[in-house]
Structure formats: structure tokens, C-alpha cells
């Protein structure tokens, strides 16, 4: 690696532009933070590992802060059909000013166990975050939080006390005589918030299921009975589209989806989607909210065999809002590259946080696996693959057994290591057998053969 200065990666400074924290993809990144700025759609066509869930974060991140609040109202003449209502945090400060409720604490003087819950300090490195749902300065994770309104209860003193985040990202400590207060009023304003103001502008979609993708309105065993029902307003469940509004909707391999593409284009054409009930059998299947609002990014990503089943009309929406990029699967092998690889480098060990640095030999080791992959997988000579997820999974097992060895840093040796075991079972069982079959065929043989069995 000539030309890169360095000992030990410890000395690489990692950017915090997560744009910057992309290797071997500029066309990509720079279309991808165009598309941010524009708020356009992205197709990103490539094989796995090579960056695309990166960079649909990276858009994510220098998006700005969610402007609405969406919330469902009760419809006194009609329970089945609950509206929605959109507020900015003006309007929320107006309507929710005079009757607050609890104390305003700063979020330093919440209990660690519970700032973690509640999404205001990061459980990776244990920063303080200077908003919920947005990614952590240190270490660039997204925290999980409670979903909107959750009260996590301790005790201090021999009394209880509540913490919750409000709808402008403040922490609010309540007694139990505020908390009956509070839900007094809940039940006069009869609103569910779906979607709080402060919340993660990155949702990441499977499309497992519509309810997941799409919303739905969850049963209720007592029909929604006065006394002991729940009102209808109350189980709406908004779906990942909705999730997204104002946001960037990632979804992996969206070829999967099959015919909810249809329902995902209708959501990027109209910029609602309404939520209703989707079990048949469920007192949900009444209930139907219109117009929710759902203005996402679409990242879409899938693998280059994967294209034909992807709705034709869907990727006429993308190209003709967005674009459509081809990741690159290799790097050309020269200085700068060599010195993004050892970036990369750097930069797992620093998000890992349980795995020492890697010493210039390990890099080294690392570069020259990644040519070597290069080469067998794309056919690529003189260049260093982007198949990063397979080089992290080498840093990190490098680094455990570094770290079990107690070593100061990653070794050469421990490279060398975890580049053997980190090879595929397949290419295990061609070394010991000399086949997959092979293998198989010694396998059946040994269960035969096994105590108690005769051969037949």
C-alpha cells in the first residue's frame, strides 16, 4: 500500500459525511445525494454486499426533520371511518400547550437504561443524541425506540415516575397522579398519533406481508362495545408507507414483493395510501381511514437476475422520477483504492467497538484477499472487489480473534485465520470430499453405519 501512511488504522480518521463513508461507488453516491436533495426515487441494481443499504442511510441522514405529525381522530357519526388530521409543531405547541402534563428534564438526567428505550441516547456507543430518530454522530447507528406515547416506569425513592418523548422531542417525567391526569385528557381528545413529529426518517420495508407494507386495523374480540370495546380509531396501524412519509422507504430485494408493487406504485403516485382492515374475519375489515399521507423516497434494491420480475410500470416510475444505478462489483487495484479499502476498514472495527485495530500488515492481507476475490468472483484482474460484506465479515473475525488472543491489534495471522474460516461450506466440503455429492454420500454412509444400525 504505498503512498498511505499509516501504522495502525486507529490513525484513519473515519468521515462523518456518511456519503463519504461509500467505497468504490461515486456515481452512486453522488446520484444518491442528488436524489436526496431532489427528492427523487432510486433503483439500485447490484450484487449483494456491495453498499446499497448504505446508501439509501446515507439519503436518509441529510434529509430534513419531519414537518407533520400524523394522527387519526375519532368520527363520533361514523366510528368506522376515523379521520386524519396533519399538525406541524405549531399547531401541536397550540393545541397541546396549555394542558401538558409532567415535567421537562433534560436528557442527561434520564436513567441510561431507560434514555436507550426511549431512542435519546445510543445503546452502541452511549451518546447522547441530539434528536430521536436520527442517526448517532459517534458511530452512525440509528436507535430502536418505543413506539410513540410509551411510558417506561421506575421507581426512585419508593415512588413511581414515568418517562416518556413528547411530540416535540423533549422528555417528560410524570408522577402517577400526572399519569391519570393525562390519560383523562387522552380520552377527551380522542386522538391516536401514527406518526410522531420526531421520528426516524428511515424505514426499511421486507414486504413480508400488506400489513407490514400497507397498514392495517387490528381485531378487537368485543366489537368495538362501548364499554368494553376499543374504539376503532385506537387499532389503526399505519404500514411501512406510511412509516416513511417525508422519509426514505428502503426495500431489499423488491422483486420479492410480487403483486404489493402495484399497491407500492399507487402510494408513489397518489402520496396516500388508506389503511383498512385486511383480515376479512376481523372487526378491522369495517374500519377504513382515507388519505393517509405516504410522500416517500423509494430506495429499491435488487440483484442484477432479479430485474424481469419487477413491475414494469414501477420502474417507469422510478426512471421517469429518479434514477437507476448499476453498482460496481470491483475497483481498479491502485493507491487511492488501496486507501478507501483501508477506510473501510477502519471504519468496521469502529462501529463494531469490540475489536481492536488492524496494524498495516493486516491491511495489507485484507487488500490482497480483495484482489483475489476480485479476480475468482468477477473476473476482474488488477482490481479489489466492493463485495464488502464479505471483507467485514474477515475484519470481524480477524478482530475476535485478536481480541480473544488479547492481542493489541489485528494481526497479519489473524487475517490469514479468519480468511480460512470464513470460507463457504461449499468450497469446505470440495477441499475434504472433493464434491458436494461426495460429501453426501459420506454423510448417508455414516448415519448407516451408526451404533445400533447394521448396514443393509
Given at each position: 500500500m504505498a503512498g498511505v501512511r499509516f501504522g495502525s488504522t486507529a490513525e484513519i480518521q473515519v468521515p462523518t459525511d456518511p456519503f463519504s463513508r461509500i467505497i468504490g461507488q461515486d456515481n452512486a453516491a453522488n446520484l444518491a445525494r442528488v436524489a436526496?436533495?431532489?427528492?427523487?426515487?432510486?433503483?439500485?441494481?447490484?450484487?449483494?454486499?456491495?453498499?446499497?443499504?448504505?446508501?439509501?442511510?446515507?439519503?436518509?441522514?441529510v434529509l430534513p426533520s419531519p414537518k407533520q405529525e400524523v394522527s387519526v381522530l375519532d368520527n363520533a357519526q361514523m366510528p368506522e371511518r376515523p379521520v386524519v388530521e396533519i399538525r406541524d409543531e405549531a399547531r401541536i405547541a397550540k393545541d397541546s400547550g396549555a394542558e401538558r402534563v409532567g415535567k421537562e428534564i433534560a436528557s442527561k438526567d434520564v436513567p441510561v437504561f431507560l434514555a436507550e428505550r426511549l431512542g435519546i441516547r445510543c445503546r452502541r456507543c452511549g451518546m447522547l443524541l441530539d434528536e430521536r430518530g436520527t442517526p448517532c454522530l459517534i458511530c452512525g447507528a440509528y436507535p430502536p425506540y418505543e413506539a410513540p406515547g410509551a411510558r417506561l416506569a421506575t421507581v426512585q425513592k419508593g415512588v413511581s415516575v414515568f418517562y416518556s418523548v413528547d411530540a416535540r422531542g423533549k422528555v417528560i417525567m410524570l408522577t402517577e397522579e400526572e399519569m391519570k391526569k393525562e390519560e383523562e385528557q387522552r380520552k377527551k381528545s380522542r386522538r391516536k398519533v401514527l406518526l410522531p413529529l420526531k421520528r426516524n426518517p428511515f424505514v426499511q420495508a421486507s414486504g413480508a406481508s400488506e400489513t407490514e407494507l400497507l397498514g392495517d386495523v387490528s381485531h378487537d374480540p368485543y366489537g368495538g362495545h362501548k364499554d368494553l370495546g376499543t374504539p376503532p380509531f385506537m387499532r389503526v396501524i399505519p404500514g411501512a408507507v406510511h412509516e416513511a412519509h417525508e422519509g426514505v422507504l428502503f426495500i431489499d430485494e423488491l422483486s420479492t414483493l410480487g403483486n404489493l408493487q402495484r399497491h407500492l406504485l399507487t402510494a408513489m403516485q397518489d402520496k396516500s395510501f388508506p389503511i383498512s382492515g385486511r383480515n376479512a374475519t376481523s372487526s378491522g375489515a369495517a374500519v377504513r381511514v382515507d388519505a393517509v399521507p405516504c410522500d416517500f423516497i423509494l430506495v429499491g434494491a435488487i440483484n442484477v437476475n432479479d430485474l424481469q420480475p419487477v413491475l414494469p410500470a414501477l420502474r417507469s416510475r422510478i426512471s421517469g422520477d429518479g434514477y437507476e444505478v448499476l453498482m460496481n462489483s470491483s475497483m481498479p487495484d491502485n493507491e487511492i483504492n488501496r486507501a478507501k479499502l483501508a477506510q473501510f476498514v477502519a471504519q468496521e472495527i469502529t462501529r463494531d467497538k469490540r475489536i481492536p485495530h488492524a496494524g498495516r500488515d493486516a491491511v495489507d492481507s485484507i487488500a490482497l484477499h480483495a484482489k483475489k476475490m476480485a479476480?475468482?468472483?468477477?473476473?476482474?484482474?488488477?482490481?479489489?472487489?466492493?463485495?464488502?460484506?464479505?471483507?467485514?465479515?474477515?475484519?470481524?473475525?480477524?478482530?475476535?480473534?485478536?481480541a480473544v488472543s488479547k492481542n493489541q491489534s489485528i494481526t497479519k495471522e489473524n487475517v490469514l485465520a479468519a480468511i480460512e474460516n470464513a470460507r463457504s461450506i461449499e468450497e469446505k466440503m470440495q477441499e475434504k470430499y472433493g464434491s458436494a455429492w461426495r460429501a453426501g454420500a459420506s454423510d448417508s454412509a455414516s448415519r448407516r453405519t451408526a451404533p445400533g444400525r447394521e448396514i443393509a
Open positions: 436526496a436533495l431532489q427528492r427523487r426515487h432510486l433503483l439500485l441494481v447490484g450484487p449483494p454486499g456491495t453498499g446499497k443499504s448504505l446508501i439509501a442511510r446515507a439519503m436518509a441522514s479476480k475468482e468472483i468477477d473476473g476482474e484482474a488488477d482490481s479489489l472487489t466492493l463485495r464488502l460484506r464479505a471483507i467485514s465479515g474477515v475484519v470481524k473475525l480477524a478482530g475476535d480473534l485478536a
